[in-house]
């Protein structure tokens, strides 16, 4: 029964160091397999994702060590088996990603096909689309993707959907496909590039991440390589959104603020102050704070992984705000918990209205997944009284020690596992 159990009103203040990004993680982790030599990887954050992928590796057969909870070294050359198991798909859906990587060195992957989230179907159809034009016969049997090749070739790919998930996982397949892939209308999140720039200093030959267009020119084969993650763009602006939720003075540090541009603009439009440096931003609440619209978009677009923590936000600021979620059809499910908190807040489809409120007051409501979740934490720590949260579960599986460096910022937050624990920190909060 574990629960994140909080006591609200302390603005937040002080430096948070973020750890490195989970979404660029899943994608080096799934890579990391496509050489036999060792692999290094750095700035790896400890969160329940990460960790499932890197179990599910070690099921195919790789050896794995951890010298420290943020290394991890990777060694796939005993790898026996193309199947990855039912549970550790259950675990984590980004194991997907370990199709791309075996079709592309093995030729061959049976992996379980993902299920849907609570944010929505979630399908792969790009990702099939992308492997099948790279010669590969993909069929979906009993719930699971089998993939096979003789040989991959190269082809040139459109996207149908700006897809990471797709984008990343036909740029590992491709990257041992004979010839030149052209992939376009890819993704361009940091988290994209990060991958791209992983396999290149494993021996790989791509280009453009980044931009519209990815060039891929095949190789046979690929060479171990150490490499250090980059910072996580969404726990960096969930901390920046608790310094406007909370009317506090937080510093993010080891960020990059190129990739917190729209954030950073969001925010600044509702009144905060944000201030960049080399690699930490600075963002000062401010106690009354302007209403605002965002649209969620591919990046270099408002990241629909931030949008809670905006809508968190605007339900305490002046006026009414129009957020619109364009990438997934079901990511509103956290307005009616939200609400139980005292926050005026109309869904219509993918589009909510919210009208500031003056304040949020304490309720026991529950994570509906993990950005929201988030999000419901950052209300909690600004609403009045005692919030506690339910199915923490969701919020573990991407942020590393987030009770742990909310405390550091003064944050009265606790995490318990039974009532009596949480009745003791009432008695010792007060
Ligand atoms: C990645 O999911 C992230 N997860 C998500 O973050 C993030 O919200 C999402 O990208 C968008 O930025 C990881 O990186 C592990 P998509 P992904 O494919 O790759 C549709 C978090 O909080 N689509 O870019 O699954 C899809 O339905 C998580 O860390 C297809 O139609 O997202 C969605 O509407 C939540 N067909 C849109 O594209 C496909 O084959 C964008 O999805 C693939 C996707």
Partial sequence: MEQYIMKGGNPLAGEVVISGAKNAALGILAASIMTDDDVVIENLPDVSDTN??????????????????????????????????????????????????????????????????????????????????????????????????????????????????????????????????????VAKEPHVVDVANFLNSMGANIRGAGTDVIRIRGVRRLHGTTYSIIPDQIEAGTFMCAAAVTRGDITVKNVIPKHMEAISAKLREMGCEVVEFDEEIRVVGKPKQRHMNFKTLPYPGFPTDMQPQMTVALSLAEGTSVVTESIFENRFKYVAELSRMGANIQVEGSVAIVDGVEKLTGAQIEAPDLRAGAALVLAGLAAEGYTTIDEIGFVERGYENFEGKLRGLGANIERVDSEKEAKKFRLRVG
Wanted: aromatic share 4%; with cysteine.
């Fill in 52 to 185: 499932a992928l890197i179990d599910a590796i070690c099921h195919l057969g790789a050896s794995v060590v951890r010298p420290d909870r943020h290394t991890v070294k990777i060694n796939a050359k005993n790898i026996h088996a193309i199947t990855v198991e039912d549970e550790d798909m259950r675990k984590m859906r980004a194991s997907y990603y370990l199709i791309g990587a075996l079709l592309g060195k093995y030729k061959s992957a049976e992996v379980p096909l993902p299920g849907g989230c609570t944010i929505g179907s979630r399908p792969i159809d790009q990702h099939i689309k992308g492997f099948r034009a790279l010669g590969a016969d993909v069929s979906i049997v009993r719930g699971a993707v089998f993939a096979h090749a003789i040989d991959l070739v190269a082809s040139h790919i459109y996207l149908d959907v700006v897809s990471v998930g797709a984008t990343i996982n036909i740029m590992m397949a491709a990257t041992m496909a004979e010839g030149e892939t052209i992939i376009e209308n």
